[in-house]
């Protein structure tokens, strides 16, 4: 596992996205850009909501990447159903949409939203198969 913690600012989003592109140097693209943007909506859902430092932990294993954002917030996320013209709303749509799992595990201190990314194209569920999933589009 590798961790990196973050201090409660905006820039620290862009930091996090870096760093797990980086863990994931050599990884299929469409994992690392998956993995990337579902850390990026994370990390400012841990800035903008829980206004709370935070952390990130990637784990690469044989089948999948996990990783696991932190912070101090102690409160549950709550997902939200965006109109189209909403601005923000989206950070959890997102996770569902492309993690392969996920799960969100709280304590009196801290919130953790952890997701998973299948590496191998075959343990990938039947609707991010396809040459049109949302994830090969991503640059």
Avoid at 96 to 108: E, M, Q, V, Y
């Amino acid at each position: 596992m590798t961790t990196a913690r973050y201090p409660d600012s905006p820039a620290s989003v862009a930091e996090a996205r870096a760093f797990v592109a980086g863990a994931l140097d050599g990884t299929r693209g469409d994992v690392r850009n998956r993995s990337v943007l579902i850390t990026s909506e994370l990390a400012t859902n841990a800035v903008r909501h829980a206004h709370s430092p935070f952390s990130v932990d990637v784990t690469l294993t044989d089948e999948a990447v996990r990783v696991a954002v932190t912070d101090s917030g102690g409160a549950m996320p709550i997902p939200r159903d965006p109109r189209d013209t909403d601005t923000d709303g989206r950070g959890l749509v997102i996770l569902r949409t492309l993690a392969d799992n996920w799960g969100i595990d709280t304590a009196p201190q801290s919130t953790t939203v952890w997701f998973t990314v299948a590496l191998a194209e075959d343990q990938m569920p039947s609707t991010m198969k396809s040459s049109e999933s949302p994830a090969r589009s991503i640059t």
